[in-house]
């Protein structure tokens, strides 16, 4: 055996039993390292699979997704119309493939079947993605789709193990989804991969399209999301400019619809992950602080050590040993607790990474794709190879290797330093911790202009067969039997209907204008939320009515005027938001004024009521514009809500609700959505979620930062014996002993503070757009961070503090 193994050999087994001699010391730097290590793992998996690792496409680089915007009315990215995605893709030179995706929808396979996520998208959207079905030919081209009926469907490997358990014959099988009318069959011409996943992994995908004619009347009905893959050679800035020469042509030749509009293009990867890459980022720096500080206790607790064997550092060096052979020995030890460390923080990452995918809220981007895998092992490598450096300066530094070093007084600057840092790194944590919290706080406390308490959504859709000549009138008919059904029933107390969820799917929208015609382009278009109702809801909803009335029984339309198009009425009547009522009529009273919409059986409406404004889409939102029209006038809408208040708990009162609905009317396609309150726990889950890792992470730091004081006072105390003893004896009081430790303790914790509280400035600052209502200098969360760490330092130094006191002077001087 070579003599330089023989050494290693040696070292290895020395240093194992002196780990093993002293298992307080070995414990404490084992498991500090495992929670840090592990901390630090687990949470580079999350940002790993959500904000780093590529999207699993060929070129993920190349794929971008294509926004409209209007910055005039604060649009910066909004979903595509047809007409301007079918622009795109005619006159767009730096693409080589362009789809549209629809939004997220559900159907249930007819005679009992389960209920299925489906989703429409171009026939080419697998061509641009580059992933083919793993089974079958896949969607035929959009001419020839337009020359047949497109009923064909794609299904996902989970959709054919469920439907068809995995038969190899599935091509050209039929699917029958049962429908609002009739059953719907559809041919199976494909299967995709096990492992493919498209925005929340539907498990049907059909073919959508329209023809370039009908497609220009659809431009002002911005509901598709596009994406394209740029053509080789191609970048963002040229495709953005040719977009907008794109849409510059199409104001000039349909300024009514597309005047305003331009193109905003993201890489695809971004547009997925969105406003949670910086979450993830911010829990990375939440973690690095986490694991330096865990680094820096057992580095201190290495120094302590390093302290404690000078005596034996010295006797070793006078016997023959060169300063060489005792460094390679501390260089032993440090990989052996990092290895330790190391391989039970791995453990504990592959637990806490389980805990946090079943913990995350709905919402986090790529939940699928955070595992611990090789880039996350290299990681927690390397995280152990940095601890192992660190390790082993800090016995260098802290103890001189000479022997005259025998009965020395120990130095204390290093662990000074030390603890001042894992002060620092736990202020940090919590002044963060604070912010967010109040942050999270105050967007809870939000009025969102509607309440949410025991109202539990339920989406419905009538049965209307293909053959009904009065489908309007028929769904007012369906909506009058549940409705009173529903509040004929114990436990409700009331019920009504409307085609808007809050916080729910991207909201339908329409262009309106003012006045009664619609042959004018220069009194300006408006794009708004429109809300079919009925009566009630704004009671139902708490939404305060400011001025006018609210919709009644007498606004109804008679059959003949929804059936007869020679009878409908010229004029209906609608119900406005305060911002809509600004914003089309600044300084003019809203009551009487008259507005038409792109889409409506009237030709125009008149409002009638003003209510509040209301948060829709998302929680500390700039309200959106909103118009009201009543459902009895308006009846045409392929989504449809119940809403019904209960008397008790809305999730005991949901299954009841859906019952009822069948019950009174056979065949309806129903959805159990959530109670409202659900939907608001979902909207602010991302600020809750981070908020709570965050405020964990600066727990884990004052916990360290407290072991570290306490083992820097212990030690002081336990080293200085001999000079509190003869304080003590020439009359120092108990009193004063006291207070000399605790002075000791709050020197690092008040300078580690100021480190922190600088720190946790700039992080704040970075991580500005995760903060509502809190500014990064917050007074409040600055003295909060303060107080904690201090009051956390004190109760450190309480105990060794007392032991300090309590020394008797003769005992000391014996020791000696």
Known sequence: MPAWLDDAARDVRYAVRGLIRRPGFSIAAIATLALGIGAATAIFSVAYGVSLRPLPYPQPDRLVRIYEANLSKGLPAHDVSFGAFQVWRAGVRSIVGI??????????????????????????????????????????????????????????YRTWQLLFGGRSDVIGQIVTLAGAGDDDPYRVVGVMPRDFSFDESPDIWMPEYLPSATAARWRSERTERVIARLAPGAAIPRLQSELDAACAQMSRETPAVS????????????????????????????????????????????AARAIARERETAVRMSLGAGAWALIRLWIVEALLLCSAGASLGVLLAWTGVAALKSAAPPGI?????????????????????????????????????????????PRRPMRMALTAAQCAGAATLVILAAMLSRSFLKLLAIDLGWQPRRVVAVQAEPRTPRENRRPWFARVEWSDRVLAALESSPGVDRAVLTTQLPLGPS???????????????????????????????????????????????????????????????????????????????????????????????????????????????????????????????????????????????????????????????PGAEVDLVAPLESLVERAT????????????????????????????????????VREIGIKIAIGASSRRVLGDILRHALVPAGVGGAMGIGLALAIARAFRALLFGVEPIDAVSLAGGGIVLIAVALAAAAGPARRASAIEPAVALRAE
Not at 111 to 120: Q, V
Not at 373 to 388: E, G, I
């Open 685 to 720: 889950a991302q600020p809750r979620f981070t908020s709570r890792l965050v405020a964990a992470f600066g727990l884990l730091a004052l916990a360290l930062a407290a072991v570290g004081i306490y083992g820097t006072l212990t030690f002081f105390v336990s080293t200085h």
């Open 365 to 409: 981007p790529r939940l699928d794709a955070i595992a611990i895998d090789r880039p996350t092992l290299v990681v927690a490598l390397a995280s152990m190879l940095v601890a192992a450096v660190l390790f082993t300066l800090a016995p260098l530094r802290e103890a001189r290797i000479s022997t005259s070093t025998i009965g020395a007084q």
């Open 507 to 665: 909201p339908y929208q329409v262009l309106v204008g003012r006045g009664q015609g619609k042959t004018s382009t220069d009194e300006g278009r408006w794009s708004v939320i429109e809300h079919k109702i009925t009566d009630r809801y704004f009671d139902l909803m708490r939404i305060r009515l400011v001025e006018g009335r609210a919709f009644a029984r007498d606004d109804r339309f008679s059959e003949p005027a929804m059936t007869d198009q020679a009878r409908r009425p010229d004029e209906g009547v609608a119900i406005v938001s305060v911002k809509t009522a600004r914003t089309l009529w600044p300084g003019e009273p809203a009551l009487g004024k008259t507005i038409w919409s792109q889409i409506c059986n009237t030709k125009w409406r008149r409002v009638v009521g003003v209510v509040n404004d209301v948060q829709f889409n998302a929680v500390g939102e700039e309200p959106a514009l909103h118009v009201f029209i009543p459902w009895t006038q308006d009846s045409a809408s392929a989504r449809v809500y119940v809403f019904v208040k209960a008397t008790g708990s809305a999730t005991t009162a949901a299954a009841a609700v859906r019952d009822t609905i069948r019950g009174v009317a």
């Open 99 to 156: 789809a549209a995706v629809s939004k997220p929808g559900a159907r249930t396979v007819a005679h009992g079947g389960p209920r299925l996520a489906t989703i429409r998208v171009s026939p080419s959207f697998f061509d641009v993605i580059g992933v083919r079905p793993m089974i079958g030919p896949g969607f035929k081209t959009e001419e020839q789709y337009l020359q047949s009926r497109a009923d064909e469907v794609i299904l996902s």
């Open 259 to 302: 005047a305003g509009w331009t193109a905003a293009v993201r890489p695809l990867h971004a547009s997925i992950v969105g406003d949670f890459a910086r979450a993830t980022w911010l829990l990375l720096a939440a973690v690095a602080v986490v694991l330096v500080t865990a680094c820096l206790n057992v580095g201190g607790l290495l």
